[in-house]
């Protein structure tokens, strides 16, 4: 019933500014879709679209979103590179079975993105 997942969107103030440092630390190229004042700026990683559309009170706003989990081979050594890279602390490591812990971090822009991995 259901594919694979293809994009995920979060809801930024900036939403260029959001792409542009997460494709910095991803090494991926931005996109972007300018109608007046919306913007929408993503990247692909992995075939996945990363988007950021334009927050806005009413309709889109920030928070409240799924966490979405990035699959990565040194949790420890990721989430130290997130940090440095100017994102806070926010859950975790947790060790939630054998093998496989998470952690949630906040980005500069107040997304919270997940990590799972040994």
Known sequence: MFGPVTTVM??????ERSARWWAGLLGA??????DGESVYAWLTV???????HQADDDRN??????????AV????????????????H????????????ICQIIDPFGTVIGLEGP
């Open 10 to 15: 979060t809801f930024a103030v900036d939403p």
């Open 29 to 34: 190229e931005v996109h972007l879709d300018v």
């Open 46 to 52: 992995a075939g996945v679209e990363i988007g950021f």
């Open 61 to 70: 706003p920030r928070g409240g979103s799924p966490v979405v989990y990035w």
């Open 73 to 88: 081979t040194d949790l420890d050594a990721t989430r130290g590179r997130l940090l440095t890279a100017g994102c806070v």
């Open 90 to 101: 926010h859950r975790g490591p947790l060790t939630v079975s054998a093998g496989r812990r």
